[in-house]
């Protein structure tokens, strides 16, 4: 294994260089908060190189950013050949596949729909990325809050709305809201009118 150091918005023909021939790419080189271009999937989707990574996957937690990302690179990766992943990180990914999971728990046990979904999270340390969580943490709070009331984006003040929550084996915490991927996700993939 080796590293490569690279700039990816200044550094493109290093960039090219560094995953050409990769099967893989798993970029987690974060925050993603406020960026407007997808650099490194614009770099596996690039003609330029010789052997194209066959799986591209992003742990981007941006929802602004992951929707502009599918929106522009979706089709190419599909005519290319390249399974595309966004946002697989534990927030927002793994709490999306949670979500599909409880819609499809409550539809087959109980004949019921999910009407409500609400996200809360508590987070003690940070795995050794703090400068990278306490980044992306500031840039969130910049960010109004994304909801969905009965199917309408209604957007809400960032940090807004304490309310204590027990987490299992934590016990209570306040929470807060701030601008999260699942919120639009639910809405948006699974129909959740309320999240």
Known sequence: MSFVGCDFFQEEAKLLQAIDGCDVIVHCAGPFQGLRDAPV???V???RLTVRPKVYCDVCDDAELAMEAKAAYAEEARRKG???VLSTGTWPG???LLAVELKQLLKTKY???LDRLKFNFFTSGSGGAGATVLAATFLILSEDARTYVN???VDKETCSDAKDV???GVGEKEVRRLNLLEAWSAHEFLG???T
């Open 111 to 113: 004949d019921a729909q």
């Open 94 to 96: 793994a709490s999306s």
């Open 166 to 168: 027990c987490f299992a």
């Open 192 to 194: 959740v009118p309320n």
């Open 45 to 47: 989707l690039d003609d």
């Open 82 to 84: 390249v399974a595309a």
């Open 41 to 43: 999937l614009k770099a």
């Open 151 to 153: 199917n309408k984006r």
